[in-house]
């Protein structure tokens, strides 16, 4: 079993998605002994099950204080880019995230806007904007996440009709499609995405292919997909047919 285990470990890391059919062959067991096997593997953190095998954790781990260091200068490219997509005069949510954040800090300050934000950091980001409304969605603040989540968050978002939902992602597939690792954060994200006419996800390169527990929403509710300059042609094809408009980000120094 350690054995069959550390190659689909191995197959993770190299290959990204593993199917449990093709994996039964491989080994010449039964799927229900591959689907065991991945089960104990998800249970100790060494992979996302999703329908019909397994992807990789997704890499976004850490508390927002934390990951705002992961990447900085990747995450003010794709930032620039995202900033480019906001249309002046609009209602725009932004979901808090790192990557969020940094969108806020890159929004020109003659931009006019109204703003609103379950992250605290977020708002203070945009309060500095001058020609921005900030509206702070408000309740108890997951130390974690950044944001404010539960009821008070919900009943708070149900009075906002963005134009534009800015949406944070731990981990994006294809199948999988957008997730994210808290069940509350979850629950948010979805119901923010669907008071929202258009969503917009920018996205670092190892998140592609990767995996959370909770699912937001699949990826052809995704409007826009801002990536980095090196994302693989071929991955963003794929998001491409099923209807995400990508916007490439300039290469950093």
Sequence with gaps: MRERQ?????????????????????????EDTVRRDLREMAAAGLCERVYGGALPVSPAHGSLTQRVGFAADRKQALARAAAKQIAAGSCVFFDAGSTNLAIANALPAELELTAATNAPVIAAALIDKPAVNVILIGG???RQTGGALGAKALRDME?????????????????????????EDAEFKRFAASRSK?????????????????????????ECLVVEHDADPAILAGYRERGCRTVIAEKTN
Excluded at 163 to 183: K, P, R, S
Excluded at 199 to 205: F, Y
Aim: aromatic share 6%; charged share 15%.
């Design 140 to 142: 108890m603040v997951d």
């Design 6 to 30: 550390g190659v689909i470990s191995e197959r993770l890391r190299l290959n990204g998605r593993v199917l449990a059919a093709e994996l039964a062959l491989e080994f010449g067991v039964s």
């Design 198 to 222: 258009r969503i917009m996800a920018a996205v670092t390169s190892e998140k592609f292919g990767t995996a959370a527990p909770h699912s937001i929403l699949p990826v052809a509710h995704c």
């Design 159 to 183: 009075q906002i009709s963005p134009d534009l939902c800015i949406l944070g992602a731990c981990g994006i597939d294809l199948e999988a499609g957008i997730t994210t690792f808290g069940f």
